[in-house]
């Protein structure tokens, strides 16, 4: 089950490659992400320390919670076995490309999170993938309208 979904993500980046990873959290922050206060509109992982973080991931402080809520802007570590971070590593490091989070699920009562390999869209990519969009919706209605 879906938890949230970075749309932007597809309009903004070519998604190269998928990969699958745990998030560490703590405290009230599962029952804020069960309440659906989550935002992954501008979040982003990058690699620290030869670990993998989620950064502006936005996920609201649980309203029944106490003194001890995190903060919602906090940096949060993503579980990847060594092997795939130093691969990840490895593609990062070319130029334009960036590890943006797609969505953000529930697998066995635990949350995961698909990350995708990703390399900035041009201005007139964008424009030409609205295009296309633009031109299958007219046929798609246009098959319909003849039925």
């Keep these: 089950m879906d938890i949230a979904q970075n749309k932007k993500a597809f309009h903004d980046y070519f998604i190269l490659d998928k990969f699958e990873a745990g998030l560490v959290l703590g405290g009230c922050e599962v029952k804020s992400i069960r309440a659906g206060k989550i935002s992954l509109r501008d979040s982003y992982a990058r690699v620290i320390q030869n670990e993998l973080w989620l950064v502006n991931c936005h996920i609201s402080a ?3 919670g106490n003194r001890f809520n995190l903060d919602p802007e906090r940096d949060r570590k993503l579980l990847l076995h060594k092997q ?6 490895g593609k990062i490091e070319e ?9 953000m699920y529930w697998f ?3 949350v995961k999170v698909e990350l995708g390999l990703a390399k900035a869209k041009k201005m007139y990519d964008k424009r030409s993938d ?3 969009k633009a031109i ?3 046929l798609d209605y246009r098959a319909v309208a003849k039925w």
């Design 62 to 64: 649980y309203k029944e």
């Design 84 to 89: 795939q971070i130093l691969k990840l590593i």
């Design 95 to 103: 130029k334009g490309m960036t590890l943006v989070p797609l969505k």
């Design 108 to 110: 066995k009562n635990k």
């Design 130 to 132: 609205l295009k296309e």
């Design 136 to 138: 299958q919706r007219e």
